[in-house]
C-alpha cells in the first residue's frame, strides 16, 4: 500500500521538477524556514532548538573535565553525537543505532571537528593529565528530513550559546573554579548544507518526501571564510564532475546566508530567530 | 584524523612527497581478480601498503527474509578491518567508523550493479582489510568493484576508487597515512570511468572553492589510473591478455 503512493507521490514529484517547481512550492535552492531557539534547556551548559520546516532537533551541550586521549595530551575533547527518538517516526525503533543513524552523527561531529570551530588546544586544564570535554549530544524529535543540517545548525547553535565552567589543576585533579564561567573558544561558524539529487535535478533541503525518492544526496559544510571543510556524499547514485562543482558553489552561498542567523547568539544569551 | 602538526616535512622544495612520490602519482597498485576458491568472485588489491581482499557472495537468498525486496535484489557490503591491521591493535567488533565506510562503499557501487535483474535476491560483498595505510576505503572500493565483475554479476559500470588531498598548501593525489595524519585535506573519491559519476565523495579538511575543484578534476584522474588496472587484472585472469597468464573462464 504504501509503496503504491510512494511511486505516485515520487511520479508527481518529478513532473513538477521537470516544470521547475517543488511539491512545497519552493525554488530549488531554498531552505525550509529554520528557526534557531537557543538557551532551551538550562541544564546544559549550552542548547539550542532548531526546526527546518517540521523536522525538529534539540542539541544541549554539557562540559566537564575529561582524560585526553593518549595521543593527544595537548588537546581538549570535542564530541558531537546524534540519535533519532524514537516518537521521532514511526519506523525508529529502540535499540543501537542503524547505520544510517550513525552516518548522521558521523557527518555532523566531522563537519564542526573540521572546520575548527573549538579550538580543542584551548581547552586544556594540565597536559597530559586533565582537558575539558565539550560533549553536544542532538536528538531528533520530529522527523521531516534533512537530518544532517537540522543537527548540524543545532549544535552549532548549541555551542554558539555555551557558558563554560572552569577548572584548575589542584592536588593532583581538576577542581571547580567557583562563579568563573567563559565562552567556548569559538573559531568560526560551520554550515552545512545539503542537496539532494532527483533525476538529474539537484534540490537543496530535501522534505522527507523528496528525502524518500532522491537518488543521491551531498552534504557540504563550510566555513566563515567560505571555504569546504566536509563533504559526504550518499545514496545509491552518483553525481557528475559539474553538479558536483556546482553543488560547492551553491553550500557556499546559501551557507553564507544561512551563517547571518547564527549572528546574534552568544553565550547565555536566549535567543529566538 | 587527530593532530595536525607537520612534524615531518611532507612536501620538499623540489616538489616531492615524504615517500617520494610527486603530487600528481599514485603509490603502486597491484590487483588480481579471484584468488579465493568458495566466494563467487573475488579481488586480492595491494594499494601503496594497503592489503586488502575482496570477496562477493550471491545473487542469493536473504536472510533474514524480511529484508528481501520484490522489486530488485539488493546489495550488502561489510568492510572489516582486522585486529593486527594497525599499529595498535583494533578491537576486532565492528567500529562506527567501519559501519560509516560499509554504507558509503555500498552506496558506491549500487549505481554500478544491476540489481534489478535479481528480485528478492542479495549480493553480499565482504571486504577484509588485512594491512591499514591510509586510504583503505578507496582500495577496498576498487576491489569490491574487480570482485563483483570476477563473480559475474551484470554491472553498468566498475567503481574506480582514489583519494585526492591537501598537504603543504598542495593538492596531491592519493593521500598515504603521514598525509592522512598531518596533511590539510583527505578527500576519497569513487568514479564510474564510462557513465562519469562520481560515486563516492567524502573531505575533512578545509579546501578553498578553487582548490577544492583542483581536488576533484585531479581525483578522478585517480581513479582513471586504477580503472586502467581493474581492467589488465580481470583481462589477465579471463582473457590471454598482454601477459598471457590464465585463461578463459579460469576458477581460480
Known sequence: MSEIIDSLKRARIEELLEQGKRLDGRAFDEFREISIETGAIPKANGSARVRIGDTEVVCGVKIQPDRPFPDSGDKGIFICTAEMLPLSHSSVETGPPGPHVIELARVVDRGIRESHMIDVSQLVIKENKSVVGVFADNVVVDYDGNLFDACSFAATAALLSTKSPKWEFKDDAPALVEGSEADLPVGTIPVSVTMGKIGQHVLVDPNADEWQCMDARVTITTNSDGNICAMQKGGHDGFTLEQIKECGKTSARIGAEIRKKFDGISAGSDTEQ | ?252
Open chain 2, 1 to 252: 584524523m587527530g593532530g595536525r602538526e607537520a612534524t615531518m616535512v611532507l612536501l620538499d622544495e623540489n616538489g616531492i612527497r615524504c615517500d617520494g612520490r610527486k603530487v600528481d602519482e599514485t603509490r603502486r597498485v597491484m590487483i588480481k581478480a579471484g584468488g579465493l576458491k568458495n566466494a563467487d568472485g573475488s579481488a586480492y588489491i595491494e594499494f601503496g601498503d594497503n592489503k586488502i581482499v575482496a570477496g562477493v557472495f550471491g545473487p542469493r537468498d536473504v536472510h533474514p527474509k524480511h529484508m528481501s525486496d520484490t522489486d530488485t535484489g539488493i546489495l550488502r557490503v561489510r568492510y572489516h578491518m582486522e585486529p593486527f591491521s594497525v599499529g595498535e591493535r583494533k578491537n576486532p567488533a565492528p567500529s562506527r567508523r567501519e559501519i560509516e565506510i560499509s554504507k558509503v562503499i555500498k552506496e558506491a557501487l549500487e549505481p554500478a550493479v544491476m540489481l534489478e535483474m535479481f528480485p528478492r535476491t542479495v549480493v553480499d560483498v565482504f571486504i577484509e582489510v588485512l594491512q591499514a595505510d591510509g586510504g583503505t576505503r578507496c582500495a577496498a572500493l576498487s576491489a569490491a568493484s574487480v570482485a563483483l565483475a570476477d563473480a559475474g554479476i551484470p554491472m553498468r559500470d566498475m567503481v574506480a576508487a582514489c583519494a585526492a588531498g591537501k598537504v603543504a598548501d598542495t593538492v596531491i593525489l592519493d593521500v598515504n597515512n603521514e598525509e592522512d595524519q598531518a596533511g590539510q585535506a583527505d578527500m576519497p573519491m569513487g568514479y564510474m570511468p564510462t557513465l562519469e559519476k562520481i560515486t563516492l565523495l567524502q573531505l575533512d579538511g578545509i579546501l578553498t572553492p578553487e582548490e577544492y575543484e583542483k581536488c576533484v578534476e585531479i581525483g578522478i584522474k585517480g581513479c582513471m589510473q586504477v580503472y586502467e588496472l581493474q581492467k589488465k587484472a580481470l583481462s589477465e585472469k579471463y582473457f590471454d591478455g598482454e601477459n598471457g597468464k590464465g585463461g578463459r573462464g579460469q576458477k581460480r
